[in-house]
């Protein structure tokens, strides 16, 4: 496979990197949770690399950025929801709060990212 611009991209990769401990995390779940919580942890976790891949191939600064500013919402949901899952007493802070780390980086990746583009925009 060819590889795409996103693919160089630093914070694509840390992206995709943070899928597997999440998914660690799920699969600890009650199976009732199956379609409900762990269903919208995976889907929003894979969305934080989906939306970047996608914005950089849309081709436009414009788009980029707009699909950077929802895996920055996709990231904060993964966050959100990984709160929720140790209040429901199905992880702990000590396993969250590695992954956690990660996600408080990608979003400062995405941060710089978006306003490099900004600044590229305005010239």
């Not at 919402?73 to 959100?80: F, H, I, M, T, Y």
């Amino acid at each position: 496979m060819k590889k795409q611009g996103f693919t160089e991209l630093e914070v694509w990769r840390k992206s995709v990197k943070i899928v597997k401990p999440i998914y660690s995390i799920i699969a600890g779940f009650p199976h009732y949770e199956k379609n409900a919580l762990s269903e919208q942890l995976r889907r929003c976790c894979v969305s934080i690399s989906s939306n970047i891949a996608e914005g950089q191939a849309r081709g436009s600064n414009r788009a980029f950025i707009n699909h950077l500013n929802i895996s920055k919402g996709s990231s904060a949901e993964v966050q959100s929801q990984l709160y929720v899952a140790v209040e429901l007493g199905y992880t702990t802070y000590d396993i969250i709060t590695p992954i956690e780390e990660e996600l408080i980086g990608i979003d400062m990746m995405l941060n710089k990212l978006i306003s490099s583009l900004e600044r590229k925009m305005m010239f």
